[in-house]
């Protein structure tokens, strides 16, 4: 049987022929600490079955951190194997098969395959410039989905963060429907160039904020923090404790470690300029050769969204052969958007590689009939 790409966990891409990978949407590992050295630093001390779940000092740490975007201090704190895991056992915990769900679109490919293989129905929400669109939200809800995910930061693959003005529009939006889980996967937060919006409004009563250490501390940590209301924290813990029991005291430790070490903060600021240099690189080349946007797109996280006026798989088939591995748009397609797009990781971009990479795809746009 083939296995789609978006249950597949991995890039599209990784099969293609292609030498230089801008597909993968990792970070990049020379931006990432050393998480060995972290837990030589010592102060680990074993659990064992019956210990509270979450280590202490995570817990406070999260808390102390996530309170000003929350407006509130008393919120529970749970630990998952990361965003994707926290975002399945939250809808788990509350639909079932056939259950409606808003995302956005397009769409972070894992959301689209966590949606399927639990067999819940997608409802397209379309992004645009400032985020997801609040009429197509009201829409939605109307549509009687029973949960929103979305993405405040650095909006996967578009690259768009949501604006104070337009979190202000979806929150009241949301407040009309304040049974609906909203899950807020802010997956980018610690290297994000973007302010944090909440879009949840007070009248949700199961919300949940969604934070990975994936993009700063390493995807293979595998743990993201999560804040919710109290309710949702009984109904995740439930979904941890008939699976994974808890999430390694092991890596929380080191997460903990990792998280109050002065240097690694150094390096998240180093690794949140990069990026966002790296990004500006593509894009200052797409514009010489008036190729995606008009001016004004910041794209936040490790990717370019980068418009075609065609459609974008045999573009990106054809950037393969020319030693480049892309991901064409239709992949994050949660509805109609992405057809005539390409998604560019610049987490490792070079100028040298920027300009080799433009250069090559005027060529191909160029071979082609709009
Ligand atoms: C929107 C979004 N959420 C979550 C993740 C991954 O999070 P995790 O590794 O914690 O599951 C990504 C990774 O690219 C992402 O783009």
């Known amino acids: 049987m083939r296995v789609p790409a978006w249950a597949r966990g991995e890039p599209a891409g990784a099969s293609s022929p292609a030498r230089i990978d801008l597909a993968s949407g990792n970070p990049d590992p020379e931006l990432l600490p050393d998480a060995l050295r972290a837990l030589r630093g010592g102060g680990y001390r074993p659990a064992l079955y019956g210990a509270p779940s979450v280590d202490r000092d995570l817990a406070a740490w999260t808390r102390a951190q996530f309170a000003p975007d ?123 160039s ?22 700063f501390l390493g995807p293979d ?71 995606g946007r008009p001016s004004g797109y910041r794209p936040d996280g490790l990717n370019v969204w980068v418009p075609l006026g065609t459609e974008g798989r045999p573009v990106a088939d054809a950037l393969a052969r020319r030693g480049w591995a892309v991901q064409p748009g239709h992949l994050f397609a949660a509805g109609a958007g992405g057809s005539q797009e390409i998604r560019v990781t610049t987490a490792t971009l070079t100028m040298q590689q920027a300009r080799e990479f433009t250069d090559d795809l005027a060529a191909v746009l160029h071979a082609r009939p709009a």
């Open 194 to 215: 973007a302010p944090y919006h909440r879009i949840t409004p007070p009248q949700v009563s199961r919300w949940a904020l969604v934070r990975s250490v994936s993009k």
């Open 70 to 192: 929350l407006s509130a201090d008393g919120f529970p704190v749970l630990v998952t194997h990361g965003a994707v895991d926290a975002t399945e056992r939250l809808l788990n915990a509350y639909l079932t098969r056939g259950d409606a769900v808003a995302v956005e679109d397009p769409c972070f490919l894992a959301s689209i395959g966590t949606l399927r293989l639990n067999g819940l129905r997608t409802v397209a929400v379309p992004v645009g410039r400032e985020g997801m669109r609040p009429q197509a939200l009201r829409a939605a809800l109307e549509s009687g989905v029973r949960a929103v995910v979305c993405t405040p930061r650095a909006h996967n693959p578009t690259g768009v963060s949501i604006t104070r003005e337009r979190a202000a529009e979806l929150a009241s939006v949301l407040a009309a429907y304040p049974q609906v889980l909203v899950i807020e996967d802010d997956h980018f937060w610690a290297v994000s």
């Open 221 to 291: 940590l595998r743990l993201a923090l999560v804040a919710t209301d109290e309710e949702s924290a009984q109904r995740l813990q439930t979904r941890l404790n008939t699976g994974t029991t808890w999430v390694s005291r092991l890596l929380q430790h080191t997460v903990y470690r990792l998280l109050s070490d002065p240097q690694v903060h150094e390096l998240t600021a180093r690794a949140r300029d990069a990026y966002a240099e790296r990004a500006s690189l593509l894009l200052a080349e797409l514009a010489e050769r008036g190729i």
